[in-house]
């Protein structure tokens, strides 16, 4: 499949509950939680900022959690990247489901705001569409 440029309207980052993926969605968040989800089939980056510093203990807890996600400090001040590995039919309900975490850790994570994502697929996946996401939430107004 060539790169291409992922679409900035609405309907190409649905997931498939209606929520703005690049949003998260609880949702998609727990459906992947499910034993019956499969194994991981997507790898997500995403870059997010709060308006107040996450604990380091937060930070410590998410590598803790058992879905293989965690969140990591770059060297900028309140700008966090936060990793993980989900069963997804496409990238984008992938993106949906690991910023549902987010969501789903609202006492921890009080206000997000994502500027980047990045969905691919693991070597033993077989999504069902080939909609792959990687861009910038600002190139939107494009």
Do not use: K, N
Request: proline share 9%; glycine share 8%.
């Amino acid at each position: 499949m060539t790169e291409r440029s992922m679409p900035h309207d609405f309907a190409s980052w649905a997931c498939p509950h209606g929520q703005d993926a690049r949003q998260g969605c609880a949702a998609c968040y727990a459906e992947s939680a499910d034993p019956g989800a499969g194994p991981p089939g997507w790898e997500v980056t995403a870059w997010f900022t709060t308006e107040q510093p996450l604990p380091i203990r937060t930070l410590q807890d998410v590598h803790h959690h058992g879905r293989q996600f965690s969140i990591d400090q770059p060297s900028a001040p309140l700008v966090y990247l936060l990793t993980g590995r989900t069963p997804a039919r496409d990238s984008v309900q992938a993106v949906a489901s690991v910023l549902g975490f987010l969501l789903h850790e609202r006492y921890t994570v009080d206000g997000f705001t994502v500027t980047e994502t990045r969905a691919t697929p693991l070597p033993a996946a077989e999504p069902g569409t080939d909609r792959r996401t990687d861009a910038w939430i600002s190139d939107r107004s494009r």
